[in-house]
């Protein structure tokens, strides 16, 4: 199975800040890869598919790049609802995986 | 609006049985992909199973592979997931999600999730 580590696991940030995700796989993947943002006891909503392409809806403030190995998420500009834990899950190869999070939290 | 909404969760002693249901509405059901994910506490979401639209091909995790089923009836607009043998590692929020598109394999619409726990 193609395994997926994301990192950091936890980051603590300010409204406003920008902040990076990584997501790194553990054979190549194209760009087969989404992220999603989860809060409490809520659902997961799609943000990036294709490693880069925004879901309709998804505020400009979040970007995705990356292809084979290496992916990014980027929030340029932290907002109150942000804070939640992000996402990334590849699509290349059943099963599916996803990496284990990354939860932004308030500074 | 688009919509999924799961039932059946609940306590389960181990090597019980359950079975989830997924009611969708909002959208032609029977032309998409779907597929269930689970988050257990304290960890991170995983992949348990996919079923094409018309039901003939389905995919597995390992660790639920011989164990569950995913089926559905399209005339009822409904997924199921079918657990037999359940241990207590399988204790998590089950979701149904919607595949973006055929042979997408990622999901833009989820459900709100059905807990089921597994304990003696």
């Known amino acids: 199975a193609i395994q997926l580590t994301q990192s950091p696991s936890s980051l603590s940030a300010s409204v406003g800040d920008s902040v990076t995700i990584t997501c790194r796989a553990s054979?190549?993947?194209?760009?087969?890869l989404v992220w999603y943002q989860q809060k409490p006891g809520k659902a997961p909503t799609l943000l990036i598919y294709g490693a880069s392409t925004l879901e309709s809806g998804v505020p400009s403030s979040f970007s995705g790049s990356g292809s084979g190995t290496d992916f990014t998420l980027t929030i340029s500009s932290l907002q109150p609802e942000d804070f939640a834990t992000y996402y990334c899950q590849q699509f290349k190869n059943y099963p599916l995986t996803f990496g284990g999070g990354t939860k932004v939290e308030i500074k | 609006q688009v919509q999924l909404v799961e039932s059946g969760g609940g306590v389960v002693q181990p090597g019980g049985s359950l079975r989830l249901s997924c009611a969708s509405s909002g959208f032609t059901f029977s032309t998409y992909d779907m597929h269930w994910v689970r988050r257990a506490p304290g960890k991170g979401l995983e992949w348990v199973a996919h079923i094409r639209f018309g039901g003939d091909n389905t995919h597995y995790a390992d660790s639920v592979k011989g164990r569950f089923t995913i089926s559905r009836d399209n005339s009822k607009n409904t997924l199921y997931l079918q657990m037999n043998s359940l241990r207590t590692e399988d204790t998590a929020v089950y979701y149904c999600a919607k595949d973006r598109g055929s042979w997408a394999n990622h999901f833009d619409i989820w459900g709100q999730g059905t807990l089921v726990t597994v304990s003696s």
């Open positions: 054979q190549g993947i194209s760009s087969a």
